[in-house]
T-cell receptor, first 111, second 113 residues
Framework: QKEVEQNSGPLSVPEGAIASLNCTYS??????FFWYRQYSGKSPELIMS????GDKEDGRFTAQLNKASQYVSLLIRDSQPSDSATYLC???????????FGKGTSLLVTP | EPEVTQTPSHQVTQMGQEVILRCVPI?????FYWYRQILGQKVEFLVS????????KSEIFDDQFSVERPDGSNFTLKIRSTKLEDSAMYFC???????????FGDGTRLSIL
């Protein structure tokens, strides 16, 4: 079974701090990695995609990928209360394009 | 910004009845997907569709499920004889090509009584 693992949280950070969200995956051949944000009762909203090792920055968000360690992370700088949501890690396996989601990490940014 | 649209937003159906969930993917996208999320659980893949045929399906997508692209814009998921355990949020998604980011619709909440 190909797994995507995330700490369920909640992860609580003060406003303005850096939030660090982590994800590990079991399928070593995975090629594409995505972070989605999901507010309660809403649909997943794409934040970042990353395909190669290293860092990728987009505004306050940085995705980091280490394929050797089978690890992908998301950093949120200058966290805002509106960032409070569940963050979903999603991985494309080696074969096919179906996304395999983790259970998500709940983030709470406190004012 | 283009978006995936889903109808209805909420569907209540008696067990054993057929339901059809509808989606309009983003117009220039070629790959279409259905996922579901049971309350409190993770998002699960059901099926992907490309070039007018199923390209992948999960174990969840059994003979009770079918998908169709009846015209140039709509993409539908049919559940032939609903069960209580089919109660979930059903999300449609689309992507330009297979490994590109998938964009999700707002979902249909399916409640089976």
């Amino acid at each position: 079974q190909k797994e995507v693992e995330q700490n369920s949280g909640p992860l609580s950070v003060p406003e303005g701090a850096i939030a660090s969200l982590n994800c590990t995956y079991s399928d070593r051949g995975s090629q594409s990695f995505f972070w989605y944000r999901q507010y309660s009762g809403k649909s997943p909203e794409l934040i970042m995609s990353i395909y190669s090792n290293g860092d990728k920055e987009d505004g306050r968000f940085t995705a980091q990928l280490n394929k050797a360690s089978q690890y992908v992370s998301l950093l949120i700088r200058d966290s805002q209360p509106s960032d409070s949501a569940t963050y979903l890690c999603a991985v494309n396996p080696n074969s096919g394009y179906a996304l395999n989601f983790g259970k998500g990490t709940s983030l709470l940014v406190t004012p | 910004e283009p978006e995936v649209t889903q109808t209805p937003s909420h569907q209540v159906t008696q067990m054993g009845q057929e339901v059809i969930l509808r989606c309009v993917p983003i117009s220039n996208h070629l790959y279409f997907y259905w996922y579901r999320q049971i309350l409190g659980q993770k998002v699960e893949f059901l099926v992907s569709f490309y070039n007018n045929e199923i390209s992948e399906k999960s174990e969840i997508f059994d003979d009770q499920f079918s998908v169709e692209r009846p015209d140039g814009s709509n993409f539908t998921l049919k559940i032939r004889s609903t069960k209580l355990e089919d109660s979930a949020m059903y999300f449609c998604a689309s992507s330009e090509i297979g490994n590109q980011p998938q964009h999700f619709g707002d979902g249909t909440r399916l409640s089976i009584l």
